[in-house]
């Protein structure tokens, strides 16, 4: 069988309650968009309730793909996805959040600009503290690390996969978002930004907190110090080309 147009990347963590669910939403709706793709479950920590419901899931849908991990982490969850992937262009999301509607209405953008990565824009945040938290971190990567995009964390991302390979994804972490946009502003790789509706939570809490938030501040100097000393001088443009001509 032919690669499929997208690979969605799909991470679950602690969301035994709302696999099966989240999964025929994504399915059903996605079926109603022309073009040929997988569904890639990522099980990030391996629940024992989970492994039964993606098990029956797959029998019933061939597009289903299960990635299970014994250790968690969103960078590590998105990096286990992108290795299987298939798919001429790689779309990751936070299964809590999204809304179908809202990728699937970024899925063109995606089809007509090739080389680049699409991403979404919250416009709205659920608090005064997660919007300024934000802020104060886009701030950040703007300053430090040159990222020419606002709202850093913010998915669905579609990335072509065949740039992926240039980027060098490394963080297991939260960090993963910073670092792909890094990654784009180090090889001159342009960025959409398409505006969507912030999603409230489909259920639980978000995992992150004071702690982890702190970690991600200062993680963006340790990408830079790592990655800087890394930096590809090479065209990745006429790269790309070559690579698919």
């Known amino acids: 069988m032919p690669n499929p147009v997208f690979s969605f990347i799909l991470p679950f963590y602690k969301q035994s309650d709302q696999l099966t669910a989240v999964l025929a939403e994504f399915e059903s709706r996605l079926n109603g968009q022309p073009q040929s793709f997988e569904l890639i479950a990522v099980i990030?920590?391996?629940e024992d309730q989970a492994e039964p419901m993606i098990t029956n899931v797959i029998q019933e849908s061939p597009r289903v793909i299960k990635i299970s991990l014994r250790g968690s982490g969103w960078g590590m969850a998105v990096r286990a996805g992108m290795?299987?992937?298939?798919?001429?262009?790689?779309?990751?999301?936070?299964?809590a959040r999204t809304k179908v509607d809202e990728l699937i209405k970024m899925l063109p953008y995606a089809l007509i600009s090739k080389n680049t990565?699409?991403?979404?824009?919250?416009?709205?945040r659920s608090n005064w503290v997660r919007k300024w938290t934000s802020i104060l971190f886009n701030l950040e990567n703007r300053f430090i690390l040159g990222t020419p995009a606002w709202d850093v964390n913010a998915t669905p991302k579609i990335v072509p996969r065949g740039i992926l390979q240039?980027?060098?994804?490394e963080e297991n972490g939260d960090l993963i978002d910073a670092e792909l946009l890094y990654g784009c502003f180090l090889q001159s790789i342009s960025i959409i930004e398409i505006p969507i509706q912030h999603i409230e939570r489909r259920s639980g809490k978000s995992t992150t907190?004071?702690?982890?938030?702190?970690?991600?501040?200062?993680?963006?100097?340790?990408?830079?110090?790592?990655?800087?000393?890394k930096k590809n001088q090479s065209k990745i443009k006429e790269d790309i080309a070559g690579s698919s001509s």
């Open 83 to 95: 290795a299987d992937a298939k798919g001429e262009y790689v779309c990751y999301t936070n299964t």
């Open 209 to 229: 907190g004071f702690k982890s938030a702190i970690k991600m501040f200062t993680g963006i100097i340790r990408i830079k110090r790592e990655r800087h000393g």
């Open 117 to 124: 990565v699409i991403k979404a824009t919250r416009t709205k």
């Open 166 to 169: 240039f980027l060098k994804i």
């Open 44 to 46: 990030n920590g391996i």
